[in-house]
């Protein structure tokens, strides 16, 4: 079945630098790859998502990048603000996604200091 | 819309205890799942449903049970509950089963078993 690796697991950086999140995955039937930021004591929520079909994909300061004959994706994160600061999910589907189901990374627990 | 709703926010059990954990969404959605979430473990898939009256099992079900009477409910029961129960919980709902695509998650519940 599809595993899920991400690093690192904690990030701090200074507020206007750029930051990194990379995951790796198993399963090359894999097509859709999520990143989830949990703000503290609250729900996760979809941030930004990239399908196999491409390898790069922007919304204004985050970029999600797919390397599939590697199996890697990362997120960036550019002029980074304390509003940034949360912990950072990637994700899979599992089974290559016959149902939908994700599996996701262990977490990134993002600083921005002011 | 409310969207994905969990009761109750938090919990406390003593061991062996039972209880219900409530989900509820508004969004019409076919595919509901609940996760855990540990720390630093991610958030890891329990129990998942792509319709009324289908369930299936996800990477830790042990100890747990659901059910989808409806299209709106997707209740998590724990029947004698354990100290390695303790967690949070989260249920979380998309709009198609067996397409992959945004996951809306509720508020969380936290549960701790004595």
């Known amino acids: 079945g599809e595993n899920v690796e991400q690093h690192p697991s904690t990030l701090s950086v200074q507020e206007g630098d750029s930051a990194v999140i990379k995951c790796t995955y198993s399963d090359s039937a894999s097509n859709y790859f999520p990143w989830y930021k949990q703000e503290l004591g609250k729900r996760p929520q979809l941030i930004i998502d990239i399908r196999s079909n491409v390898g790069e994909k922007k919304d204004q300061r985050i970029a999600v990048t797919l390397n599939k004959t590697a199996k890697h994706f990362s997120l960036h994160i550019t002029e980074t603000q304390p509003e940034d600061s949360a912990v950072y999910f990637c994700a899979a589907p599992i089974e290559g996604g016959s149902q939908g189901n994700l599996i996701f990374g262990k977490g990134t627990k993002l600083s921005v200091k002011p | ?114």
């Open chain 2, 1 to 114: 819309n409310a969207g994905v709703t969990q009761t109750p926010k938090f919990q406390v059990l003593k061991t062996g205890q039972s209880m219900t954990l409530q989900c509820a969404q508004d969004m019409n959605h076919e595919y509901m799942s609940w996760y855990r979430q540990d720390p630093g473990m991610g958030l890891r898939l329990i129990h998942y449903s792509v319709g009324a009256g289908i369930t299936d099992q996800g990477e830790v079900p042990n100890g747990y049970n659901v059910s989808r009477s409806t299209t709106e409910d997707f209740p998590l029961r724990l029947l004698s509950a354990a100290p390695s129960q303790t967690s949070v919980y989260f249920c979380a709902s998309r709009v198609l089963a067996g397409v992959t695509g945004e996951l809306f998650f509720g508020e969380g519940s936290r549960l701790t078993v004595l």
